[in-house]
């Protein structure tokens, strides 16, 4: 059964730092992270595909590194200079097919994780 396993959320304040983890049981050829804040819609984040390329949505660039061991299969979130806008709950989504991280949506990813919830407090 193909699973994905968040973990390492939590609560900072703002100007923190938190990393999620994204643990696959399959080798995906891309990954991704979205978040829906409160009364927000469910937004892209930042994606990376098996080959390395990478795209950030303009709000956390600079701010946000996702990286993956393929390894492990497993992705990951570095989340610096964190602010109270970031507060959403985290979804981690991959895809077995092969997609372009800049165009990637919702719909391109048919995996999905339950979600790790992070807050910053001002």
């Known amino acids: 059964q193909v699973q994905l396993v968040e973990s390492g959320g939590g609560s900072v304040q703002a100007g923190g730092s938190l990393r999620l983890s994204c643990a696959a049981s399959y080798s995906f050829y891309c990954m991704g992270w979205f978040r829906q804040g409160p009364g927000k819609e469910r937004e892209k984040v930042a994606a990376?595909?098996?080959?390395?390329?990478?795209a950030y949505t303009d709000s956390v660039k600079g701010r946000f590194t996702i990286s993956r061991d393929n390894g492990e299969n497993t992705a990951y979130l570095q989340m610096d200079s964190l602010k109270p806008d970031d507060t959403a709950m985290y979804y981690c989504a991959a895809t077995k097919w092969v997609c372009s991280v800049v165009d990637a949506t919702q719909a391109t990813f048919g995996y999905w994780g339950q979600g790790t919830q992070v807050t910053v407090s001002s």
């Open positions: 990376i595909s098996i080959d390395g390329s990478i």
